[in-house]
């Protein structure tokens, strides 16, 4: 070493020591690590600021402080469970009738005589829910009749015992292969390799996309903290697979077509990233995002891609088919490596029946489970449910069949026509617009003039079920079968309720439009989380 640098290097040295010799060993051991932990909450300040915004983390730390205050924590509390109270609407009195230990005799056949009081109770749903019951007719007869009988043939069967009801494993894949066939698994473009399995409804197939995509990307790219990216029409499952999986999720606003905004999504890939989500349609609006420009997106940065068809999966086919213009939303297009489509929805299959489907083996794989070390033995299963009940796969293979290509495109034919009429009758009531432009079968409508939510209250008491929905306030119906024959009854109620909001503007006594509407502007979302818990908790 140079002994100009040597020399440099020793005063350095000198000074460094001479300097810390006024302190105390033990501040001089204790600075690093306070150091280190003022660096460490400022990170984690920093990643809070990131990931909620300026505005929502300086609410937070408000909120925070302010129920600090001796006296304010208890008021909002009791201010929330008023809230929850009238959103429960007499909930309470009702199950303090319900039954909590079991009958010291047994009722035997007796029972079924109880049940049909009980359902007799039920409100009158039919025709006047917003999705909810997906074939036409009533219950005794016709579609509903014969996928009741499936269900009750194959009611004791379990595809977990696959080597005993052999015949309930057939039913599973040809539902999924059928399914598939309808989702572009026969063109080239697919790889030929489109697979997956039947699942209990959109929600687990969403999740085990999700779980399948996050560990398919820690061994193909070794990424230890996964981050998905979705617009924020997308489907609330999302949310539920990043709580259970631990997973970041962000939620990207959409475009002005209330479509995926693919720029905004784009700025949100990073190395962590293992997904991205569209919807055909969302759920929200009826709309298709862009699939095509998501797909090349996926592929461009080699992450999973997932099409929610929760909704579209039994229609968009079939639209396509009748001319109606569907962008391409499929295994067809590059870049999409799962998909979920609901056949308990337009499949018209009992209640509790989805398909997840995989571009290829490799991603299905990891949504399997297979345990070695059991005392009971090896287990394996290939969905979050071990015992499934076989009645339901049954069912769906029973209303794939008895409906046919044909079947479902008559049922399209029905469904779309309809949905054209009431954007149309919409449209034609000058205080209301319709949210966007609807590609099927979900029709929006919000308003400039009247309380959206108040209408939707005079529309309940009318007896229709509707969503409510924000960003922006509006609500929506979702066409179904059941409509068919009442639409123009539908549009005759929706004029009535505008026209009596317009003239006597404010909340009718018992309605949810205050509710709803303070929930939309109150900015402390972590409130409005605590509060549909506490609902949820009193309810089940």
Sequence with gaps: ???????????????????????????????????????????????????????ATLLGFFMSFVKLVPGVKSYIDAEKQKVVDKLQSGG?????????????????????????????????????????????????????????????????????HMDVFQSVVRFEAEVVAMTAAMLGSKMKSSGGQICGNMTSGGTESILLAVKSSRD??????????????????????????????????????????????????????????ILIVGSAPGFPHGIIDPIEELG??????????????????????????????????????????????????????????????????????????AVTEWSGGLYVSPTIAGSRPGGLIAGAWASMMSLGEEGYLENTKKIMEVSKRLQKGIEEIP?????????????????????????????????????????????????????VPIIDDFLRDLTESVKTVKENPGPISGGLAPIYGAAGRMPDRGTVQELLVNYMDGTC
């Design 1 to 55: 070493m140079d002994s100009s640098v040597k020399s440099f290097l020793l005063d350095v040295r000198a000074s460094a020591n001479s300097f810390l010799s006024e302190y105390e060993p033990l501040v001089l051991v204790s600075a690093p690590l306070i150091a280190l932990f003022v660096a460490s909450v400022l990170q984690s300040a920093l990643q809070v600021l990131h990931e909620n915004g300026l505005k």
């Design 216 to 273: 398919y990307m820690k061994t193909t790219k070794g990424i230890k903290k996964p981050e998905m990216i979705i617009p924020e029409s997308a489907h609330s499952a999302y949310d539920k697979a990043a709580q259970y999986f631990n997973i970041k999720l962000w939620r990207v606003p959409v475009n002005k077509e209330f479509q995926a905004d693919v720029k905004a999504i784009r700025r949100y890939i990073n190395r962590n990233t």
């Design 296 to 369: 090349q997106l996926a592929s461009s940065f080699d992450i999973c891609l997932h099409v929610d068809l929760c909704l579209g999966g039994f229609v968009l086919p079939f639209a396509n088919k009748l001319g109606y213009p569907i962008p391409l939303f499929d295994f067809s297009v590059k870049g999409v490596t799962s998909i979920s489509a609901d056949v308990h929805k337009y499949g018209l299959a009992p209640k509790g029946t989805s398909v997840v489907l995989y571009r290829n083996h490799d991603l299905r794989k990891h949504q399997f489970v």
């Design 431 to 483: 205080e209301l617009f319709v949210i966007g432009r609807p590609d099927m079968t979900v029709v929006a409508l919000g308003s400039n003039v009247v309380d959206i939510f108040e209408v939707n209250d005079i529309m309940s008491s009318k007896g229709w079920h509707l969503n409510a929905l924000q960003r922006p306030n509006s609500i929506h119906i979702c066409v179904t079968l059941q409509h």
């Design 92 to 160: 309470k009195s009702v199950r303090e009738s319900w039954r909590t230990e079991l009958p010291s005799t047994g009722l035997g056949v007796g029972v079924i005589e109880q049940m049909k009081d009980e359902k007799r109770k039920d409100v009158a749903w039919q025709g006047k829910c917003s999705g909810a019951v997906y074939i036409g007719g009533n219950e005794c007869e016709g579609h509903f009749s014969l996928i009741n009988e499936a269900c009750s043939m194959f009611a004791h069967t379990n595809p977990l």
